[in-house]
């Protein structure tokens, strides 16, 4: 029955043609959609795991550095060094600000401390700039048209470009690293920094340390790497499931109705050969297996198709959008194969009872 169902589907090379690309457009924006949201929860984790600390010490509310400003009076800074367990801590300003002449970067300056060339060094760069000096991501300096040399505008005043990155690291790769008393300047407050990264002592556990540092510094929150990551990605995931949950379906849907409709259309136009089929002794299972073999042939053809453009399309829009930060991953593809795979189960619902229906008396009336 095999070569029966593929000839019924290759005989229309067209239709199935058409098939396939709708199954394709179907899984090209899964792929895309997964691979996009990947992305943005693998840049956002990046930053919040570069930090070569043991914790990450933030204003108390402010956790998203791409939504909100954390501020800490200098006084934090021996306040932590009274907390047991605290080594050593170590300030960085970081605050989301216009870069150019319409693109928000996350800027970043690592002032003097115990640990500032290991945190610089860190966050993807060699040293640090000096005044009216500015490193940008690679991300943000294509983005915006900029280059080694260049004058770029932040907020209100201008920087020369003394290198462009592609190591810096920044909310979702989106950085620039400052001077710390230019930092200070653009936003306002010298006499403040945006986190601590605080090292604890070698027999201390970093948990208990974070405990005691939000019970002792009135106004602080203390996260480990991993659960600053975690705060970042779940604010991320909150607010685009839902809209990837919606191109998920629409997607889904489409790739449906395209199988359905052309086996539905196969099955009709062949009605009278699976009537001289059953005349002939075959069984239901026999002509349901042509019907699935079909569906399954222009869901599989379909999700090749939609990955391989999925794939080439991603690294199109990488290269023309910077910021577009696509991640495929082998356990996206499986999902894309097991929702196509329900698809073509599905699709066959209705050609199933259509064949069902099918009287073979048909075949002898005139």
């Known amino acids: 029955m095999v070569p029966l169902a593929r000839r019924y589907l290759f005989s229309d090379k067209i239709r199935l043609a058409i098939a396939a690309g709708g199954v394709a457009?179907?899984?090209?924006?899964?792929?895309?959609?997964?691979?996009?949201?990947?992305?943005?929860?693998?840049?956002?984790?990046r930053f919040a795991s570069a930090a070569p600390s043991d914790l990450w010490v933030m204003q108390a509310g402010t956790p998203d550095p791409s939504h909100g400003a954390s501020i800490l009076p200098n006084s934090v800074l021996s306040d932590?060094?009274?907390?047991?367990?605290?080594?050593?801590?170590?300030?960085l300003l970081g605050r989301a600000m216009q870069v150019g002449s319409a693109r928000f970067g996350f800027v970043m300056a690592v002032p003097e401390g115990p640990f500032q060339a290991q945190t610089i060094e860190a966050f993807g760069a060699q040293s640090s700039p000096e005044r009216g000096q500015v490193i940008l991501s690679a991300v943000?300096?294509?983005?915006?048209?900029?280059?080694?040399?260049?004058?770029v505008d932040i907020a209100a005043s201008s920087f020369e470009v003394i290198d462009v990155s592609s190591s810096l690291v920044g909310s979702f790769s989106v950085g620039a690293l400052l001077d710390s008393q230019d930092a200070a300047?653009?936003?306002?407050?010298?006499?403040?920094?945006?986190?601590?990264?605080?090292?604890?002592?070698?027999?201390?556990?970093?948990?208990?340390?974070?405990?005691?540092?939000?019970?002792q510094v009135p106004g602080t929150a203390a996260l480990?790497?991993?659960?600053?990551?975690?705060?970042?990605?779940?604010?991320?995931?909150?607010?685009?499931?839902?809209?990837?949950?919606?191109?998920?379906?629409?997607?889904?849907?489409?790739?449906?109705?395209?199988?359905?409709?052309?086996?539905?259309?196969?099955?009709?136009?062949?009605?009278?050969?699976?009537?001289?089929?059953?005349?002939?002794?075959?069984?239901?299972?026999?002509?349901?297996?042509?019907?699935?073999r079909q569906s399954l042939i222009v869901a599989l053809a379909g999700y090749v198709l939609?990955?391989?453009?999925?794939?080439?399309?991603?690294?199109?829009?990488?290269?023309?959008?910077?910021?577009?930060?696509?991640?495929?991953?082998?356990q996206d593809f499986l999902l894309v194969l097991a929702a196509v795979l329900v698809m073509s189960a599905v699709a066959?619902?209705?050609?199933?009872?259509?064949?069902?229906?099918?009287d073979p008396a048909m075949v002898f009336r005139a």
Do not use: C, H, M, N
């Not at 403040?192 to 340390?209: C, I, R, T």
């Not at 136009?269 to 349901?288: C, H, I, N, W």
């Not at 939609?306 to 082998?330: E, H, K, N």
């Open 25 to 45: 457009f179907a899984v090209l924006l899964i792929v895309l959609v997964q691979a996009f949201f990947q992305g943005i929860i693998d840049q956002i984790g």
């Open 80 to 91: 932590l060094q009274d907390v047991p367990g605290v080594a050593a801590a170590q300030p």
């Open 140 to 151: 943000l300096a294509k983005d915006i048209g900029a280059g080694r040399g260049d004058a």
């Open 185 to 215: 300047q653009l936003f306002g407050d010298p006499e403040a920094f945006s986190f601590a990264l605080v090292f604890v002592s070698q027999d201390a556990d970093p948990e208990q340390v974070a405990a005691a540092i939000e019970d």
């Open 224 to 292: 480990t790497p991993q659960e600053f990551a975690d705060v970042l990605r779940q604010e991320i995931e909150d607010g685009l499931r839902p809209i990837g949950a919606v191109l998920f379906g629409l997607a889904f849907v489409v790739g449906l109705a395209v199988i359905a409709l052309t086996i539905y259309t196969s099955t009709v136009e062949r009605t009278r050969d699976y009537g001289v089929l059953k005349a002939v002794g075959a069984s239901p299972g026999q002509l349901f297996a042509v019907v699935i």
């Open 306 to 330: 939609g990955s391989a453009l999925g794939i080439a399309s991603g690294r199109l829009l990488q290269d023309a959008v910077p910021q577009f930060v696509l991640v495929f991953r082998w």
């Open 348 to 358: 066959t619902l209705v050609p199933v009872r259509r064949v069902a229906s099918i």
